[in-house]
């Protein structure tokens, strides 16, 4: 097991060497950390279980190192592919997962919904695109969720550091499209999409998926409001003087998905 593990660290050293500095064995030593520190994850816990580290060095290593996330999350994708990649069976599924946090300077730790504890609290969130086929399943890529109230915050981003461009706000769903086409810039191998109605809650995601030319298997609730025509939405008028108009309407009559309910095969429907 330990040799795998040291070769498989090693097929990624190349992200961490450069003309002027080869610091893979801090990537070495962090991944090994990450292995082996238990549910503590965190820089200190990792300096305490792998030999011959120092927690400075380390979170030199992660904050400070020229070296990019972007390359390694690719690589990563790349090897995923390999394995269980095809064009046909095999799935990209996009779902998020919460991290609890105590203090405010974690990037991106707000008070939000966390799936993992099913309420409301202080935490992260990330959005993660898995590649599956059959009983396997890999993580290929994430994305890091960042609440209005930190890209609003310049003065905050400035001191967790977080570059000038990527201080846009975006929705989950947003992040989940950049998965969706990372993954497909990438080669990566999938016959279609899923997610669950917290990315089917909204058309938006599914219109995108749908003008790429993906197949997708989007859960939606059971109020979800649809329409058996075009609807041709517009904005709705406005019922009072000199308030502009904010919703969109349309003249067809709209159904709920429980109402429309799920035709059987030799008679669907198409909707929008």
Known sequence: M??????????Y???FISYRRDVSEKARQYASGLMQAGSRKNIYAISEVVPDTDD??????????KWSAREVLDHVAHDGDELIGDATDAALIID???FAKQGKMSVGASRQYLGRLGKVDNGQVAVF???AKGRFATAIDTRLYLPKEW??????CNKAGIPESERVFKTKSQLAL??????RRNGVRFGWVGADAGYGSGPDFLFALADADHTFLIDVHKSFVIYEVDPQLRIQEPSRRGRKA????SAHESLSVEEWGVPDIADRRECS
């Open 56 to 65: 400075r060095n380390l979170q030199q290593f992660i904050t400070h190192s």
């Open 178 to 183: 950049e998965i969706v086409e990372q993954a």
């Open 246 to 249: 904010r919703r969109l309407a």
């Open 2 to 11: 330990a040799d795998r593990f040291l070769s498989f660290v090693k097929s």
């Open 96 to 98: 998020e997962s919460g």
């Open 13 to 15: 050293a190349e992200h």
């Open 129 to 131: 695109g898995v590649l």
């Open 151 to 156: 890209t609003d915050d310049g003065e905050r």
